[in-house]
């Protein structure tokens, strides 16, 4: 597959989820990014927004198989992972695999079940594999977590640990719509009856597991320059130097912002990686990675904010 092969397949797969997604152009985008990259996904937005129906959209196109996992306070790893049964016609215990053992995982409302329950995906997110009492079970090589959590409540919740969130490649905030994509809404689903599938609005697989393999492969021809890589460190060292961030970026943000970017070359057809690659996707790949100082909070500062301000000071190779 050549990279304007790649391109072609990212340009079909967000016209079949505009069938039924009305804007979030720019989550679709990190999407796509993200599934070349390999990476996680955390998804942030109000109630109603579309995370889960946009998810399930995504996965339709990409023709994977798609679980999806509610989380709740009384979710525990079994529920998750699976386990062991004993089977009493043949006196051996069976394997009973969870709903982690599918190609793209919906983590929907992460943030509502306990941490030793979100732990249960530490592994999986990180190695793509299982272990059920000491025996190792891989998932499959494409496994993708989209997790959604809401910003607006907080009882009830327990926000996800560092180590956890580290395992995402992109934390995205899901806006509400604008005016005239809230109407378009409202005309394309106000008079339909029942939840939205996505079968029933058109959409549907075009592309295939081997066309995945294929575009993955695509990225061995997107070379990063030397001069991208020090940009990239910088960039990330940065963080961990400003006075208003508590607790900055590690190296493995460093490499997972470079193959991002390669990602997002790959996506536009291109053979190398440019700065404003970088940039681009510099705020999604950091925002959940840094800590505030109690000043800055205190300041009401915004992790956003600071980001704009170190790509804006971090020269750029030209």
Same mark, same amino acid.
């Given at each position: 597959?050549?990279?304007?092969?790649?391109?072609?397949?990212?340009?079909?797969?967000?016209?079949?989820?505009?069938?039924? #997604?009305?804007?979030? $152009?720019? #989550?679709?985008?990190?999407?796509?990014?993200?599934?070349?990259?390999e990476g996680h996904v955390l998804l942030e937005g109000p109630p109603g927004t579309a995370k889960t129906f946009l998810a399930q959209c995504f996965a339709t196109t990409?023709?994977? $198989?798609?679980?999806? #996992?509610?989380?709740?306070? $009384?979710?525990?790893?079994? $529920?998750?992972?699976?386990?062991? !049964?004993?089977?009493?016609?043949?006196?051996?215990?069976?394997?009973?695999?969870?709903?982690?053992?599918?190609?793209? !995982?919906?983590?929907?409302?992460?943030?509502?079940?306990?941490?030793?329950?979100?732990?249960?995906?530490?592994?999986?997110?990180?190695?793509?594999?299982?272990?059920?009492?000491?025996e190792t079970h891989a998932l499959p090589s494409r496994f993708m977590v989209v997790a959604t959590q809401n910003p607006i409540e907080n009882q009830g919740v327990y926000p996800l640990p560092e180590a956890q969130l580290d395992r995402f490649l992109f934390k995205l905030l899901v806006q509400y719509p604008s005016l005239e994509e809230e109407a378009k809404i409202v005309t394309r689903f106000g008079q339909r009856h029942g939840p939205s599938r996505a079968a029933d609005l058109g959409v549907g697989a075009v592309v295939n597991a081997a066309r995945l393999e294929a575009a993955s492969a695509a990225l061995g021809q997107v070379t990063v320059a030397q001069e991208i890589v020090d940009y990239v460190v910088r960039l990330v060292r940065a963080t961990r130097e400003h006075g208003e961030i508590a607790s900055g970026a590690s190296p493995r943000a460093a490499v997972l912002l470079a193959g991002a970017a390669r990602a997002r070359a790959a996506l536009e057809g291109r053979d190398y990686v440019i700065p404003d690659d970088v940039k681009a996707l510099?705020?999604?790949?950091?925002?959940?990675? !840094?800590?505030?100082?109690?000043?800055?909070?205190?300041?009401?500062?915004? #992790?956003?904010a600071l980001v704009a301000e170190l790509v804006d000071s971090t020269e750029a190779p030209r």
């Open positions: 597959m050549t990279l304007d092969d790649v391109r072609a397949m990212a340009g079909a797969i967000r016209a079949e989820v505009g069938k039924a #997604i009305v804007g979030q $152009d720019g #989550i679709v985008d990190h999407l796509l990014v993200a599934l070349l990259a990409l023709g994977l $198989d798609f679980g999806r #996992i509610q989380f709740t306070p $009384d979710l525990l790893p079994g $529920d998750i992972l699976g386990s062991n !049964l004993f089977n009493f016609q043949t006196s051996q215990f069976t394997l009973t695999r969870g709903p982690i053992f599918c190609d793209l !995982l919906l983590a929907d409302e992460i943030n509502r079940t306990p941490p030793k329950t979100q732990a249960a995906l530490l592994e999986a997110m990180q190695e793509r594999r299982v272990t059920l009492d000491g510099a705020t999604s790949v950091l925002r959940h990675r !840094l800590t505030l100082s109690p000043a800055a909070e205190i300041e009401g500062r915004a #992790i956003e």
